[in-house]
Each structure stands twice: as structure tokens, then as C-alpha cells.
């Protein structure tokens, strides 16, 4: 059976392109007359919030699908509507993968034992021994925290292994404070490329066809040279790139995150494509036709993506 | 208005010990009588296990609460039943904020900007400028992961300022792969020491009626030398101590968390509390009495701690 890289591979060479929408469904960015629409119906409560994102996300996947091979839905977003919020979650999951789309789960959960092993089942699915519940918020794959060490991770493992999906760690992020704690100098590595050693090392064995493993790494876009490093360190590992677009990076900064094969990572943008319709130029669409406008940015990227990978 | 630390102090005070109860619902070790009644009439479905799951943390709340100041609810076991699972989830942490317990949401999370500030509304509550919205999943605090830095606190701590709550960063844990990141050497200081520094620092100025910070630090109670220089190292921040019992930790282990004025830590005891019902001496109570037993080992927990803190 294909592992997830396998089918993460190929559903980038059916679209042609490595790329995910990221849906970060905010209230407050989504089209006004759409979320006014369900306020008016049901009050100020989560339910009307819920409602909103669910017809908002709907009309997004419908019209990317054709265009993307992956989306990566952002699970605080639906969680700040509380039980109807994480209602729609599940939903749009199942949407999303009804429609054949690779599916990650944008978490970045991170515990220890049974704790973890019900974040894994939670995601991935039961690897409990008497464990026959669904996963209650399947998707394809799911983003971890590390913070915790390999016990967090080994629960994510055995899930991903026994059901045929796949995990992002969090190695390195481009937010200004990601320093923080991953620039810290130990014997003159920084710590984020030492996560980068276990990332490898945890993943070793789980290749299928491809070469890559079921243990990824979710690395920001805004640092080319730490990319490149990092794509010489594990060459094996597939990445999750997000922050194209509305967090500054462009594609010549991700190009360092490809192998020379072409492929090992999945470059994720998120506002600068589902909200493009507050943007130029995609303005002129109105807010009622958002998901045109998401189309054709996700098209756009594609072509700067593409202008940089396949140079002519 | 009091603090998040002052009215931790005051309950703590009421209830005289320093403890917690962890309520980490696993269906495999709950009563299998009182599961299977649910699952008999439900099905093999979320709906029963969330059901199951309610029946038994609201019997829990009812047994405990006179005896104990707080509840750490671990958001992972009701996360694996799906949305009937979060929707206990949310009622469950309302039934023992009403009861006048104080209430943390051990959820881990830990992500950047707009997505950071959507996990802190869903838990503490909104700060966005025209967010009218309650918190999805109202607690009096919150657990956070650091590893993203500053970026991924600071929304927290903005929504524990405005609406008057409390955040734990998860600083040391006590699981065996802990130092595969946390004990790294940065210049001859372990990572979580660099981190504690941090966390000291983001407390600064949120200091009430009690010299505790608003922004506190999960330390795992198996380590008590470490417990002690990290005690040291930041005598304002409150320790969420999790891991008495079960994990191998006793009354010497975390006297240490302990500052000379008798607070600074909250003790947290989750699998050797809810599940005494399984082990001696309480076995003979019966799985019907597990609540019943969950008190008794409570208040053996409490007497243990007391001799400790309180030596005659």
C-alpha cells in the first residue's frame, strides 16, 4: 500500500503543482455580507460562526479542488467557536478528503503517553489494542510539537504506521520570535537543526516507493539558507512550508526547500489565498465571488512556483 | 480584581492543600460497567464514549469538589471522541468552573499571530477589537507550549490580562525522552533553564495581590533538584506540577516546587486519583464507588503532601 508520501506525491504530479491552500477561516477576513448572513439568522453565538466558516470552507474546497492537491486546515480557527466550531472541523475534513484532497491537520499537538497516543487516535486513528472508535477528526496527516521529546512522537508514529498517514513536526518556524528557543547555540548547532538530526532519525525505515518518509517537518518560508541546510540534513524528510504569500515569502525562498528530484516539499499559503478577494487584483470579483478569487491566486502561486522549479 | 495566582491562593487556602485533580477520561480504564451501558445503548459510537466520559468526570466533580481547590482537565482524551467529545469537553470544564473550582485546560497548544490569539480565545477568551464571541471553551487557565517564543505567548497572555485568567508554559517535563530537547546544553545551561528565564520574564509586572505572575510553568515532579533550581530561578512563577503518583513522583519529589512562604506550586495528580478505584487499598470499594475512592485518594495524597509542607 502506498505510504502517505507516495500519495502525496501523487497527487502533486495530478495537479502538477506541490501546493496546499491553508484554511484559516477568521470571522473577521471571511466575506461580511456571507458571516452577516448567519449572525442575522442565529444571534451572536458559535453555532452562527460555525455556520458561517462551514459555507465559507464548502465554497473554497469546491473551487480549489480542481486545482490543488492539498489543503491544510488550521484547527484553532474552528476552535474558537467552541463545540459547533469543532462540529464544522470534522466536517470539512471529511470534506476535504471526500473530494480526493490530501488533508493535514494543522494541530501542532504535543504531549507525552496516553495523552499523546489520544491526540494520535484523535487525528490518525486507534492504535489502542482494544480500540474500535473512529478517529474522531481523521485526516491525512497531522503537525506535532516536539517540545516534549521522542514519547510525544512515538504515539504519532504507530498511529501514522498503522493507518497509513503521515505527521509534520515543527522544526523551524519564521515568526520574528522563533529564535526564541530554535536559534539557541548548542556547541555552535542551533537547536532547531539538532531537532532536525531526530526529525531524520525518527523517520528512518518508513520509506515506500518514494523515498521519503511518513515523518515530515514543518519548516517556514522566509529563510532560503536555513532551507537549504535543512534540506541537505534530511534529505529524506518531506516539508510543509506555510507562510507563502501573506507571511512574506515568494518562491524563490522556497525553492531551497525542493530536492533536486523536484519534489519533498508541499508549499502551504493560507490568507494571501483565501482572503484574496480583499486584495488587488482580485478586488474587482466583489466579495460574494471569494472563492473565484482564491482560484486564481492559488493559480498565480502555481505559476510563480512554477517559473522558479521548471525554469524554461 | 484579584488575579489568576490570588484566587488560585485563596481556593488553595479554603481547600488547605495545594492539589489538583487530573481528569484524563480513558474509556479502557474507567469503570467497565458504566462504559458499556453507554455503549450498549449507543452503539460503538463517539456519542456513547462521550456520554461515558460525562457520566464520569461529573460524578468525579461531584466527589472531589469539596475536598480540592483545582481541576486539570486534559483536553486530549475528550479530543479522541470527536465533536461529542469537545462538546463534553466545554460542558465539563463549565460544570466545575460552577462549582466553584478552578479550572485548567491542559491543551498544550503553541502557535504564532492571529492563530495564537484564536487558541486563546477559545480557552480564556476574545481580544480581537470587534470579537464579541464567548470563549469555545472557557477554563481559568490555560497550558502553552513555547516553542515558537514570544510570538506564540503573548495572545495568551493578553487574553489572560483582559479577562482576568492564568497561563502555564510547558517548561520541564518528566517523561524519559524529556532531555532529547529540554536538556540540550546551551553554553553549559539546559534549554529549559534558558526557557525558564523566558517565562520569568513574561510574568514581569503581573504580579497582584500575592508576588505570583499570571503566566506560570508546567515542571514535571520527578526531578526535585531541578524543581529546586528552577524554584529558585523564578521565585514569582506558580508551577503546575503534574505526574504525583502515578508517574512515580511522592511528597519528597516535589517539596522542592514549593516556595518558603508554603505556595508557588499546585500539585496535580490525574491516573492515581480518578482510577483508584482499580488498585489497593480501594479496590474493595467496588467500580461503582470509584468516585468514592477517587476522594479517599485525594485526601491520602493531601496527607502525604502535609507532612511534607507542613511537618509537625
Known amino acids: 500500500m502506498d505510504t502517505f508520501p507516495d500519495r502525496l506525491i501523487a497527487a502533486i504530479d495530478r495537479k502538477e503543482y506541490p501546493t496546499a491552500v491553508g484554511i484559516d477561516p477568521q470571522l473577521d477576513l471571511m466575506p461580511p455580507a456571507l458571516v452577516k448572513r448567519y449572525f442575522d439568522q442565529y444571534g451572536q453565538t458559535h453555532t452562527a460562526g460555525a455556520l458561517a466558516v462551514r459555507d465559507f470552507t464548502l465554497r473554497l474546497l469546491d473551487a480549489i479542488t480542481p486545482h490543488v492537491p492539498a489543503v491544510k486546515l488550521q484547527a484553532a480557527f474552528f476552535e474558537a467557536l467552541g463545540p459547533p466550531g469543532m462540529q464544522v472541523f470534522a466536517d470539512m475534513l471529511l470534506e476535504a478528503r471526500q473530494r480526493g484532497l490530501v488533508v493535514i491537520a494543522d494541530v501542532k499537538r504535543g504531549d507525552i503517553d496516553s495523552t499523546a497516543q489520544a491526540y494520535a487516535t484523535a487525528y490518525l486513528g486507534n492504535t489502542v489494542q482494544d480500540g474500535n472508535l473512529a478517529a474522531g477528526f481523521e485526516a491525512d496527516a497531522v503537525t506535532v510539537n516536539a517540545y516534549l521529546g521522542m514519547d510525544g512522537i512515538l504515539p504519532f508514529l504507530e498511529a501514522a504506521k498503522a493507518h497509513n498517514k503521515g505527521l509534520f513536526i515543527v522544526l523551524r518556524t519564521s515568526n520574528p520570535s522563533a529564535g526564541d528557543l530554535q536559534d539557541l547555540s548548542i556547541d555552535g548547532t542551533p537547536l532547531y537543526e539538532r531537532l532536525a538530526a531526530l ?15 511518513i515523518v515530515g517537518a514543518v519548516v517556514g518560508a522566509t529563510y532560503p539558507a536555513e532551507a537549504a541546510r535543512l534540506r541537505g540534513l534530511m534529505p529524506r524528510t518531506f516539508f510543509l512550508v506555510p507562510g507563502y504569500g501573506a507571511q512574506g ?8 526547500c525542493f530536492n533536486p528530484d523536484g ?16 486584495r488587488e487584483p482580485y478586488r474587482a470579483l466583489g ?20 517559473a522558479v522549479l521548471r525554469p524554461s
Chains 1, 2 share one sequence.
Open 249 to 256: 515569502a515568494g518562491a524563490e525562498d522556497v525553492r531551497a
Open 199 to 213: 526529525v531524520q532519525r525518527w523517520g528512518e525505515g518508513t520509506e515506500g516507493r518514494t523515498p521519503y518518509h
Open 287 to 306: 466579495e460574494e465571488n471569494f472563492a473565484q478569487a482564491a482560484t486564481a491566486a492559488a493559480r498565480a502561486m502555481q505559476q510563480e512556483l512554477a
Open 263 to 278: 519534489y519533498g516539499a508541499l508549499v502551504s499559503s493560507s490568507r494571501a489565498i483565501i482572503y484574496a478577494y480583499r
